[in-house]
């Protein structure tokens, strides 16, 4: 389904949204793991742990804090209606708390270098990330983009940008750039071919 097209210089740079976009938790490496429990849907990725039961028998809140171990610790909120995901709850209180985000202290000195202050500020920026990124793809908010030739034909396009209103400017910047590649591809063709002749 087309977002966005834009006219730029005879083509037509396409912003389109992604229906076959992968889970961000399966194709990279999170810092993070999910730790969850809810009835109806399948929320992380291959290596985030899903609690068996609707909610855990023991307190979530100790489980994840051993699992962390020492490490930072994010509540995780769901929004039911489209499985919308976030860590702070503010006056949204029909959202559930559903479990939590971690990443063990361990992890965050291997990831940078020690245990301070900005180490931990920053582990703490990434794990908000990947939970935006993922409430992206839960809600169908996964995005590409791509570059139409002045015959109708496709010229480059890319996919899997999470979240519209974060990536909207360089997915244009991107097609823009292929736009100008794709010409600049053209002349040298015409160059090639008059100096054959």
Request: glycine share 10%; proline share 4%; charged share 25%.
């Amino acid at each position: 389904m087309d977002v966005e097209t834009i006219e730029y210089k005879g083509y037509k740079i396409e912003i389109v949204q992604d229906e076959c976009g992968e889970n961000p938790r399966d194709s990279s490496d999170p810092l993070g793991t999910i730790f969850y429990w809810h009835r109806q849907y399948r929320l992380g990725g291959k290596r985030d742990i899903n609690a068996t039961h609707a909610y855990p028998d023991s307190d979530p809140a100790e489980v994840v804090r051993g699992l962390a171990d020492g490490g930072e610790v994010l509540p995780l909120y769901c929004r039911d209606q489209d499985c919308a995901l976030q860590t702070r709850l503010g006056t949204r209180a029909a959202w559930p708390h559903v479990g939590y985000i971690y990443c063990p202290k361990d992890k965050i000195r291997a990831e940078y270098g020690d245990l301070s202050a900005n180490s931990r500020t920053t582990a703490r920026r990434v794990l908000e990330a990947e939970v935006a990124e993922m409430s992206a793809y839960l809600t169908g908010e996964v995005y590409g983009w791509r570059v139409v030739g002045p015959d109708g034909s496709t010229v480059d396009s890319c996919w899997g940008y999470y979240g519209l209103d974060l990536n909207r400017e360089y997915m244009l910047q991107c097609g823009h750039e292929a736009v100008d590649a794709a010409i600049a591809a053209v002349v040298e063709q015409h160059t090639l071919c008059a100096c054959v002749i």
